[in-house]
Nanobody, 114 residues
Framework: QVQLVESGGGLVQPGGSLRLSCAASGSIFSINAMGWYRQAPGKPRELVATITPGGSTNYADSVKGRFTISRDNAKNTVYLQMNSLKPLDTAVYYC????????WGQGTQVTVSS
């Protein structure tokens, strides 16, 4: 079974930074791409960043240049470094294999506000 546990969210001022972590159980981590999604109230989840097993990355235009996704395969962990945060980044953030049907974790709340 695959389990995903996100952490690291919190309240931050505009322009601030946070680092999110996602611990993934199971043996699928090192051979699958991983992604970070976010979901604001009343809106669907959107994919904001992906990383391949080899470390190639891609980002949604809304976060490009501000967010950095990385992974540590030995620790079965994927990270999202979030810099220059904006109020519109406020959402619950989730990790998962992109476009998969794996069950979602609980997510971690990121709130960007003055």
């Amino acid at each position: 079974q695959v389990q995903l546990v996100e952490s690291g969210g919190g309240l931050v001022q505009p322009g601030g930074s946070l680092r999110l972590s996602c611990a993934a159980s199971g043996s699928i981590f090192s051979i699958n791409a991983m992604g970070w999604y976010r979901q604001a109230p009343g809106k669907p989840r959107e994919l904001v960043a992906t990383i391949t097993p080899g470390g190639s990355t891609n980002y949604a235009d809304s976060v490009k240049g501000r967010f950095t996704i990385s992974r540590d395969n030995a620790k079965n962990t994927v990270y999202l470094q979030m810099n220059s945060l904006k109020p519109l980044d406020t959402a619950v953030y989730y990790c998962n294999v992109p476009y998969s049907s794996i069950s979602w974790g609980q997510g971690t709340q990121v709130t960007v506000s003055s």
